[in-house]
């Protein structure tokens, strides 16, 4: 009896060494030969400024003159500006800013979006890119730093079709790859901007017969010429951000009313900040100069990039 039991608590003993494999179970739950998927990286920013506080007082005493006619409380109240309404505010916030003048009323706003993956396979800042690109392209522009294929397909294919065709028809084909588009690329509902940026391309021509005497000039022309500034056109910015661009907008609705709206749109790491700043004269015959407000939004611009990066 005493030889029995002795055979059997070894026998237990090396069922429980043959089954504990040292990594409480672990082993058992994984398959032979499978390769962990890696996680993407999260975005650099977890959390957004606080957008009406983002501009300091002495710039918005420049963006909005008819303030400085208003009674000293008044004026605080413009220069606190409004908060938009939001349900994130760790994904989306923003602000708005207007005063009124005898000549013209300002408006200004700006729109704090930070973008949030939710592919474990794809970081924040590649769905920010993409978020990015929608709106430049929906803008009418296209950025060769944003979608580098599609830039190296297009020139390799101008190059085959000069070779083949001749030097009149290359110069032809070489001007397809830097075509603006014609159709804005679908949004991700998550990622919509409510600043408006993303207005279709058409925006920019004005609609209608134009009364006569009434002047014509865009603001958004060379003075010496008369012929389009094409420094002012809108057009992607090298310098801003990790990816920008800039677009100019003169609406007129009906016959007499009109303004300009220039909108700055820029990304950095995982976070895509918008820029609107527009003009509305109370004389219809008044068109808002492109070259000012464009300044003046590039500004406001390249301050918030100063913050993000504090």
Request: with cysteine; hydrophobic share 30%.
């Amino acid at each position: 009896m005493a030889y029995a039991a002795g055979t059997a608590l070894l026998a237990a003993l090396v069922v429980g060494c043959s089954t504990d494999t040292g990594t409480g179970g672990s082993a058992a739950d994984s398959k032979p030969g499978e390769t962990p998927v890696a996680v993407a990286a999260p975005g650099k920013y977890r959390t957004l400024p606080e957008p009406c506080g983002a501009i300091a007082t002495s710039t918005l005493k420049d963006l909005l003159p008819g303030a400085a006619e208003l009674s000293e409380e008044q004026q605080k109240k413009v220069y606190e500006g409004t908060a938009a309404v939001t349900y994130n505010t760790d994904r989306r916030v923003g602000c708005r800013w207007k005063s009124e003048a005898p000549s013209s009323s300002h408006t200004l706003s700006i729109d704090f979006e930070r973008v949030v993956s939710y592919d474990p396979v794809v970081s924040d800042d590649d769905r920010a890119r993409e978020v990015y690109t929608e709106k430049e392209t929906s803008a009418g522009l296209t950025s060769p730093s944003a979608t580098p294929d599609s830039a190296d397909s297009s020139t390799d294919s101008s190059t085959k079709d000069g070779a083949k065709d001749g030097t009149k028809d290359s110069a032809k084909d070489g001007t397809k790859g830097t075509k603006k588009p014609t159709s804005p690329a679908a949004s991700d509902p998550a990622s919509d901007s409510t600043s408006g940026s993303g207005s279709d391309s058409a925006s920019h021509a004005l609609a209608g017969p134009t009364p006569e005497g009434e002047n014509t000039d865009d603001g958004n022309t060379d003075g010496g010429s008369g012929g389009p500034d094409e420094s002012l056109q809108p057009r992607v910015l090298d310098d801003l951000g990790d990816n920008a661009f800039l677009d100019d907008l003169l609406t007129r609705a009906g016959s007499t009313a009109q303004h300009r709206t220039v909108s700055v749109v820029f990304r950095t790491s995982n976070v895509i900040v918008t820029v609107e700043y527009t003009e509305q004269p109370t004389v219809s015959s008044m068109v808002p100069d492109s070259k000012e407000l464009q300044e003046k939004a590039q500004a406001v611009a390249r301050n918030l990039v100063d913050k993000f990066s504090e």
